[in-house]
């Protein structure tokens, strides 16, 4: 139980999950490299696997156990970590260079997010669809508004039905394979759809894994064709609440555009 409360389970450690992700983890909201992601945490934690809302309780529990800390920590000997700057040099020279962990990095110090999430999207690669999903949740969240994802969601929409695929490195040494990977994917898109419909105050979307009920039996073929059911209702009811609250693509020029979707500095 303890691991689902590290770093490994934690939308600001973008790509790594329970099963996905070797070597070192990146934390986007302490800008540090984390050596041990599966024995690291801290009280800002916020869970990959389960929209914020379902588990806001032992959210706000581990927060209150972490307060006495204002950085990364030992989950179990509570006992503060360093941060460490990421440096591509030192990556390089001891062969653990990783280029999503690198993108990472440069997108915390980026000024145009969202333009770096719309370059992660996903397809069929597992491991970037993961981090594509943790980091538009991420987005939605500090800017506090169903109109700043409202593109980067439509995207990680489409593409719920897509199975992933994955590479042997891709796998966590002690966590699971592919069928594992495979469902930290999922649920990692469902949470985002989730807390969309939660930002936009739609019920449907908040509550959508009520309607897709072969998640239960976590065989993909019957989820796959739920989903693919799902994708033009969730993009319609997406749609119409955009037309009604003045939403619906923005017709501005480029720059005052860029200007509107920018999420605050201290992202």
């Known amino acids: 139980m303890d691991i689902l409360f590290s770093c490994r389970n934690c939308i600001h450690n973008s790509s790594q999950t329970l099963n996905i992700g070797r070597g070192i983890g990146f934390c986007l909201h302490h800008n540090s490299i984390i050596w041990n992601s599966s024995r690291t945490t801290c009280k800002y934690h916020y869970r990959r696997d389960l929209p914020w809302f379902v588990v806001d309780e ?155 009920d072969s998640l239960t039996e976590l065989s993909w073929e019957p989820v796959r064709v739920q989903l693919e059911d799902s994708i033009p209702r969730i993009l319609e009811l997406i749609f119409k609440h955009a037309r009604d609250n003045n939403g619906y693509f923005e017709t501005a020029p480029l720059a005052p555009e860029d200007t509107a979707m920018e999420a605050p500095n201290e992202y």
Not at 60 to 72: T, V
Not at 101 to 129: C, M, P
Not at 156 to 178: H, I
């Open 58 to 212: 032992s959210r706000n529990e581990h927060a209150a156990e972490f307060a006495g800390f204002s950085g990364l920590v030992d989950l179990y000997n509570k006992e503060n970590l360093d941060r460490i700057f990421y440096s591509e040099r030192f990556a390089w020279e001891r062969s653990q260079f990783d280029s999503i962990t690198n993108a990472l990095a440069r997108y915390h110090q980026s000024s145009k997010k969202w333009i770096f999430i719309e370059a992660f999207s996903g397809g069929v690669d597992g491991r970037r669809s993961v981090t594509q999903s943790c980091l538009t949740r991420r987005y939605i969240s500090i800017c506090n508004t169903w109109r700043s994802s409202f593109r980067l969601t439509l995207d990680v929409v489409s593409q719920l039905a897509v199975r992933p695929e994955f590479r042997p490195s891709d796998f966590y040494e002690e966590g699971g394979g592919p069928e594992e990977a495979l469902w930290d994917v999922v649920f990692s898109k469902l949470s985002l759809v989730q807390e969309y419909g939660w930002h936009a105050g739609l019920a449907d979307l908040q509550w959508i894994t009520d309607s897709i």
